[in-house]
């Protein structure tokens, strides 16, 4: 049985930086990415970044790219979402996925102004 489970968040200035971490066990592939996604309330789920396990390729939601930054440990079967120049509207819950199939629980990212 595959879980994830997320790491990292916080309530924290604007303008301030957090790390992420996505620990995955149970995992049997080392092929298929990972991903991250956030929800705020009242809102749907939004795509935020996404990496392959050997983390040669990397994808971005819009607006993430160039203050997020995605990476992975493939030792560690950890996954990373380094966020810098945090923002308000950056508020939400972060979850990790693995393919879109397994999901965590979450970790709570809050930014004030």
């Known amino acids: 049985q595959v879980q994830l489970v997320e790491s990292g968040g916080g309530s924290v200035q604007a303008g301030a930086s957090l790390r992420l971490s996505c620990t995955i066990s149970?995992?049997?592939?080392?092929?298929?990415?990972i991903g991250w996604f956030r929800q705020a309330p009242g809102k749907e789920r939004f795509f935020v970044a996404a990496v392959t396990w050997n983390g040669e390729n990397t994808w971005y939601g819009e607006f993430m790219k160039g203050r997020f930054t995605v990476s992975s440990d493939k030792a560690k079967n950890t996954v990373y979402l380094q966020m810098n120049s945090l923002k308000p509207e950056d508020t939400a819950r972060y979850y990790c996925?693995?393919?879109?199939?397994?999901w965590g629980q979450g970790t709570q990212v809050t930014v004030s102004s």
């Open positions: 996925t693995l393919g879109g199939g397994d």
């Open positions: 149970g995992r049997t592939s080392t092929t298929g990415g």
